[in-house]
């Protein structure tokens, strides 16, 4: 699909969720790597308009994509967005990844080696390319919600190494950060 049917695709989806919403026409909620969707079935019954990025719901909401993600960035400097709702994928930062060499879920990161442990088979580098490029993403969206007085939250594992890799250290080192307990299965 080229990127100007994908713009194309994200403008008609946000002028619909706009006019979905009972609360506000001028602006929605961005629920980014929504998975099943659950923050956004919930705004969605309190009346408000969401927008739901998560891959398998079209190319247009591959967040991988850099057309996709320029279309977010804009509609955050916008003012159009009200909040946004960051579960960024976790599998990739899980400490629970402690299975042997060869298994789906063998180690691929530690404190040492943050963007990925050496020598890797080529299986675990698909994963590993994503969870970088989503840890990369989650900082420039948060940067950019702080820079534009956007509410924002991010929802991962406190214990996930997400937190320590940079360049999410420089991003969450002056924000608030709260969380609870809970886990990521990889």
Known sequence: MSDKHVTTLLK?????AMKNSSKS???VFLDLYSGAGGISKKLKHDGFGVLEFEI?????FDLTRPCVRRFVLSWLRSGIVR?????TICKSWSRARR??????WQKIRDN???YGLPGLPEKCLHTLKIGNATMRQTAETIKTCIQFRVPVCLEN???SM????????GVFHDWAVYSTTGRCIP
């Open 162 to 169: 997400l937190w320590q890799a940079p360049p999410a250290t």
């Open 112 to 114: 040492e080696h943050i």
């Open 56 to 60: 398998n719901r079209g190319e247009e």
């Open 83 to 87: 909040g946004v709702w960051l579960a």
């Open 25 to 27: 026409r001028r602006q």
């Open 99 to 104: 299975g042997p060499p060869g298994s789906n």
């Open 157 to 159: 594992p406190v214990g």
């Open 12 to 16: 008609k989806h946000l002028k619909q």
